[in-house]
């Protein structure tokens, strides 16, 4: 009996490990809308780290009196702002009818088309941050 518990204290934690590395390659074949949230929350939070590290990048290589370092501190910030305009999508989808916050996480259709916007929005601030940073390369 020891034998099985110790089994079972080893095991659980490394299946939530497993679970927290989610597939880049998950948006195709999403499957229910609890898949579709996690696959693109994920991408999310790991594009919006690399989104980051541009800025951040970018930044470094503005001269501090520059005026363009505060140019690029407003496009990032309207860019953030700019997220909540999903919800838009999310309750146009839904017909403007939201079903009331449960204990456990169950998720919808129309959660999905939210994160899905803000996974196309932050594929977007990529693409320009990372074309940025290659002018500022060449």
């Not at 693109?40 to 930044?59: F, T």
């Not at 363009?68 to 989808?93: H, M, P, V």
Request: aromatic share 12%; hydrophobic share 40%; with cysteine.
């Amino acid at each position: 009996m020891q034998l099985i518990k110790s089994l079972i204290v080893l095991f659980f934690p490394m299946l939530a490990y497993a679970n927290q590395q989610i597939d880049p390659d998950c948006i195709n074949h999403l499957g229910g809308a609890f898949a579709g949230v996690e696959c693109y929350n994920s991408l999310v939070v790991d594009m919006a780290q690399k989104n980051k590290a541009i800025e951040n990048e970018i930044l470094s290589k503005i001269p501090r009196q520059n005026i363009d370092r505060a140019i690029l501190k407003q496009y990032i910030t309207a860019t953030r702002k700019g997220e909540s305009f999903c919800r838009l999508q999310k309750n146009a989808y839904a017909k403007w009818r939201i079903e009331k916050q449960t204990k456990g996480p169950q998720y919808y259709d129309y959660d999905v088309v939210y994160f899905e916007c803000l996974y196309d929005k932050k594929r977007e601030e990529n693409a320009f941050l990372s074309q940025l940073l290659d002018y500022i390369n060449q």
